[in-house]
């Protein structure tokens, strides 16, 4: 039966060299080398659940009042972005369940690429000859934090909305661009015209998606091409040296089933666990706000850096060149996008290592990258969580405006130290192991010398 | 309501002896020998349309407050303040029931003021609360009552608020909070607020577990904490699998 298919498509296509070619594909056998594939699923899931939200979703502010079955919005004047969520969330069939797995797999897809990259930068993967697909992998990055950030304020939910005005006004503190920018998108000033949503709309499901999804294919396109890189096992082992499961019968079976137990976690949640509960926040209007208004977690880095950040503008005579937004805002992830495109580029020139590395390094033997790696994951780390210092003032009765003072020294702090600690870990492993070598050669020799 | 006002007033009559006794002995310091009040003026916080400058760092003056303001501070556990230019926060009640009612007679005595408000939810309607409430105190107290951060004081969450004390407190405007008057909110307003606040408090959790109603931090946690870390043990346990193949 397979058989027959195969040669039915084989005659027809010649496509089985290419086909045999992908199944003998050896994959790497550690477990790291799967936290890309969970963000290549939690993206397939998106895409799916995004279809089915397109058919309900109507991207318009037109105001309307409304009649839905929700009683404590009855009769509320809203966006008819606002009420076609609403009625996602109350009578589309199933609506609810994938509009929440959106929402969670969303989150949880950006945590999968982090970690992702994580295991890229700690291991020195993205070194020549993969430069290319570390680039594309740190740009899918910035446009999916863009994407998900359009995706919350198409809902025009209170919080969205506060979370759209945040914006805006961080796209205006950019100097001389900023406003010209800002009044082009939003085709005027704050809250835009009718324009906008559309313009949002279309960005959310058809430019970005598409945008993140050829990237997609080229990042896996050349990582299959260049091939994996693996973990020394031998210490013979060469980097000419290819080792691992082959795709078939071994690593594909598994990662089929790793899909479907990352799009089981993700409708697990979106069935069980609440996720923006817009109808409790009510629709946006410009004149209300709420306490508490935070964005979601991919976000909270800036906000975080919005805190942090002393109120001072830039201003020069009576022009302000750079308001305050903008430090926060655009240049706290302008260093740290930064960090990550140039980062190889620079390590090249400090070590002058320029050859092409297939064997991929443990953070343990290359101390100088895992301590400057943890010191910035640190630094964002301590700003994310100052972005969350109103919660904690409420929940610990700690002062926000202590708890900002106190992170404004420990952003500086900490991760010096974090740094010096990993820089000092990795060393004493390294150290660890040679003694252990030393010992068991002395043993052997000592077998040696007694037979 | 001149009929509540009477009523007061009666009471007071009776029971103005046993309140002014626990007055002297829990009260008199900040606010005075007879509730004239202890004046000693500093500037604290405002909310974010408002900075409410000065105000007594001791007690203010209780003549005219009415048993509105004496009911409220007294069943809300704010009175006695604990420490001089604190916020009032919600803590154990020291009195008995009749020992409030015989306090808040003597504070009503001290002038005229306003009586004990009855609100009445089930008269209001939801929606127009949850509008209401958007509007003038989701500001402080967050859409869905969770409480706050404004500067110089934290509006509580009003889980533990009864509905006398919801309208007190609108009456009130207890200490950064604004005072809203029979014309800001009207009584049938006020009913719609209180409605709901109540309702709030068991908000409709359609979706499945609520994770404290309050959105991103906590779905952030979940985010990391349960989803993460069960893919990255799942990708060790293929990873292990791997290895034997």
Redesign the interface.
């Known amino acids: 039966m397979i058989r027959r298919a195969v040669r039915y498509l084989d005659t027809r296509t010649g496509t089985t060299p290419i086909v045999r070619k992908t199944l003998r594909y050896l994959?790497p056998?550690?477990?790291?080398?799967?936290?890309g594939e969970?963000a290549l699923y939690a993206f397939i899931v998106l895409v799916a659940t995004g279809i089915y939200l397109t058919f309900f979703f109507v991207d318009s502010t037109r105001e309307v009042v409304y009649h839905g079955p929700?009683?404590?919005?009855?009769?509320?004047h809203m966006s008819e972005a606002y009420r076609s969520v609403l009625n996602i969330?109350?009578t589309v069939r199933a609506g609810?369940l994938i509009r929440?797995t959106h929402h969670?797999a969303a989150?949880?897809f950006i945590?999968?690429i982090i970690?992702h990259l994580f295991r890229v930068f700690f291991t020195g993967a993205y070194r020549k000859p993969r430069g290319l697909i570390y680039v594309i992998g740190v740009t899918m990055l910035m446009l999916t934090l863009l994407e998900a950030y359009l995706g919350y304020s198409l809902v025009d939910d209170?919080?969205s909305g506060m979370g759209l005005v945040i914006g805006y006004s961080v796209g205006l503190s950019i100097p001389f661009v900023g406003a010209n920018v800002m009044s082009w998108l939003f085709h005027g000033p704050f809250p835009g015209q009718s324009t906008l949503w559309p313009r949002m709309y279309i960005a959310h499901v058809l430019i970005f998606p598409v945008l993140i999804g050829t990237l997609l294919t080229v990042h896996v396109l050349l990582v299959a091409m260049r091939h994996h890189t693996q973990f020394r096992q031998t210490a013979t082992e060469t980097e000419r040296t290819v080792r691992g499961?082959p795709a078939y019968?071994?690593?594909a079976p598994?990662s089929i089933?790793?899909m479907f137990?990352?799009a089981g976690?993700?409708f697990l949640?979106g069935?069980?666990?609440?996720?923006?509960?817009i109808?409790?926040?009510?629709p946006f209007h410009t004149?209300?706000?709420?306490?508490?208004?935070?964005?979601?977690?991919y976000l909270?880095w800036l906000i975080g850096a919005l805190r942090l950040v002393p109120s001072f503008d830039l201003v020069i005579g009576k022009y302000t060149l750079v308001p305050n937004p903008f430090w926060g805002g655009v240049a706290f992830p302008l260093v740290v996008f930064g960090f990550l495109y140039l980062w190889p580029a620079i390590e090249r020139k400090i070590t002058g290592d320029t050859a092409f590395h297939n064997l991929v390094e443990r953070p343990r033997d290359n101390p100088l990258r895992t301590a400057l790696g943890i010191g910035i994951v640190t630094w964002v780390l301590l700003v994310f969580i100052a972005g969350?210092s109103?919660?904690v003032?409420?929940w610990l009765?700690v002062s926000?405006t202590s708890q900002i003072d106190i992170y404004r020294v420990l952003v500086f702090v900490i991760p010096l130290l974090a740094a010096a600690i990993a820089h000092r870990v990795c060393e004493e492993l390294v150290a660890g192991e040679k003694v252990e070598r030393d010992e068991r050669a002395a043993e052997a020799e000592a077998r040696l010398a007694r037979t | 309501m001149t009929a509540h006002v009477a009523l007061a007033v009666a009471i007071a009559a009776l029971s103005t002896g046993q309140g002014k006794q626990l007055y002297g002995q829990y009260c008199i310091s900040c606010h005075g020998a007879n509730g004239e009040g202890v004046a000693q003026a500093r500037t604290i916080g405002g909310a974010?349309q408002r900075i409410q400058e000065q105000q007594s760092a001791r007690g203010p003056s209780l003549r005219g407050v009415g048993a509105l303001a004496a009911d409220f501070y007294l069943r809300t556990g704010y009175m006695p303040l604990h420490r001089i230019g604190d916020q009032p926060r919600r803590s154990r009640v020291l009195f008995s029931d009749l020992e409030i009612r015989d306090l808040v007679a003597y504070i009503a005595s001290l002038g005229s003021g306003p009586a004990i408000p009855r609100p009445q939810p089930q008269l209001g309607n939801?929606?127009?609360?949850?509008?209401l409430f958007?509007?003038h105190c989701?500001?402080?107290?967050?859409?869905?009552a969770?409480?706050?951060?404004?500067t110089g004081a934290?509006?509580p969450?009003l889980d533990d608020a009864t509905d006398v004390q919801i309208a007190e407190a609108v009456r009130i405007g207890p200490y950064v909070m604004p005072k809203f008057s029979e014309t800001a909110i009207t009584n049938t307003q006020l009913n719609s607020i209180v409605r709901?606040v109540d309702?709030?408090k068991h908000?409709?959790?359609?979706?499945?577990?609520?994770?404290g109603?309050?959105?991103?931090?906590p779905?952030?946690l979940?985010?990391?904490f349960?989803?993460?870390a069960?893919?990255?043990a799942?990708?060790?346990?293929?990873?292990?699998?791997?290895?034997r193949?």
């Not at chain 1, 069935?271 to 509960?277: A, D, K, R, S, T």
């Not at chain 2, 989701?138 to 869905?144: D, P």
């Not at chain 2, 969770?146 to 404004?150: A, C, D, K, L, S």
Request: proline share 6%; charged share 10%.
């Open positions: 994959f056998d550690h477990w790291s080398f799967l936290l969970i929700y009683v404590p919005l009855q009769g509320q969330s109350m609810l929440q969670w989150n949880v945590a999968a970690l209170l919080l499961v019968p071994g690593q598994r089933g790793l137990a990352t976690v993700l949640l069935g069980l666990v609440q996720i923006n509960p109808w409790l926040w009510g004149y209300v706000s709420t306490n508490g208004a935070q964005p979601d977690w909270g969350s109103d919660r003032y409420v009765n926000y | 974010p939801l929606a127009e609360g949850l509008h958007t509007d989701a500001g402080c107290h967050q859409v869905v969770q409480g706050g951060v404004v934290l509006p969450a709901y309702w709030i908000p409709d959790n359609r979706g499945g577990w609520a994770i109603d309050i959105g991103p931090v779905e952030g979940v985010t990391w349960l989803a993460a069960l893919l990255v799942l990708c060790v346990v293929v990873g292990k699998r791997l290895k193949a």
